[in-house]
């Protein structure tokens, strides 16, 4: 059982999951059409998760869809001392167990397709079917099990989280500025590139992908000097692997700092360039 990920015309890259035969899966993959609109790493990560679903399936052979057929899913044996106990394994190293975090999220990915396998297969009975009921009841009885296996973990609050202090953010950037004799590297356009990169995502908090993101249209030098995040149609022409994809809304965010602004108005008139050519 392995993802492939498939490169359309389009631009969009879709995931599917295939079995150990190498043929795709048909629900899982039918379920990954429903939400599209998510980034494709998500997509990745709800395969990888449901793959640990079918895997368990696999081992105990039992199929999914002749079990909606006769009303019953699983019994209570099957999910708690079964199913649940499979999803805290570490699939790379079975005598290891998952994180708390990895394994809500495994299972909040399976609850989702549950939903949705029994939404589909209960919208396709007659209303008058005795087994619309029976399936109802079964759905609740799913639901409040997989509800009840979620464990808890520690308030974001509490959690420490590491970041630069702003000592360290300013010395990071002396350390790339390339005016400063101290600089690291040795190819001024590369100076500027890493001196620019580090600087935004520092300045306007960008994550990675939305710095990979961007066009140089997208920055405006002038009075008022500013970036525009923007979210775009996958680009065909854009064989980076991981695409970078920008998950949140676009927005303007102002470009502050004389310095900053001139080290990146030069890095793109004077440096981008070269580093794009493919002679480099």
Known sequence: ????????????????????????????????????????????????ELSVLYRWLEDRQIDLRARLKIGTLFTEAEFSGGLIEFLRKDMESEDKVVSPHTFNNRLATIRQYFVWELDVYISSLPLSDSQYEVLQAARKRLMGWIDRAFINTPRAGSISRKSLTNDEAEFLLQCLNPE?????????????????????????????????????????????????????SPDPLDKRKPRPSVKRNGRVLPLEGHHFVRMLDRYIVEWREILTSPHI
Not at 190 to 195: A, S, T
Not at 210 to 224: A, K, N, P, T
């Open 180 to 232: 400063s004799p101290d600089s690291f590297a040795h190819f001024e356009p590369v100076k500027f590139r890493n001196f620019a990169a580090v600087s935004l995502m520092l300045n306007c908090g960008l994550r990675p992908g939305e710095l990979l993101s961007l066009r140089v249209e997208d920055i405006q030098i002038g009075s008022i000097s500013s970036v525009t995040v923007k979210r775009r």
């Open 1 to 48: 059982m392995r993802i492939v990920t498939v490169s359309h015309r389009s631009g969009d890259l879709l995931p599917i999951l295939l079995d150990g035969d190498g043929l795709p899966i048909p629900s899982p993959n039918e379920f990954l059409l429903s939400r599209r609109n998510l980034s494709t790493n998500t997509l990745i990560r709800n395969l990888r």
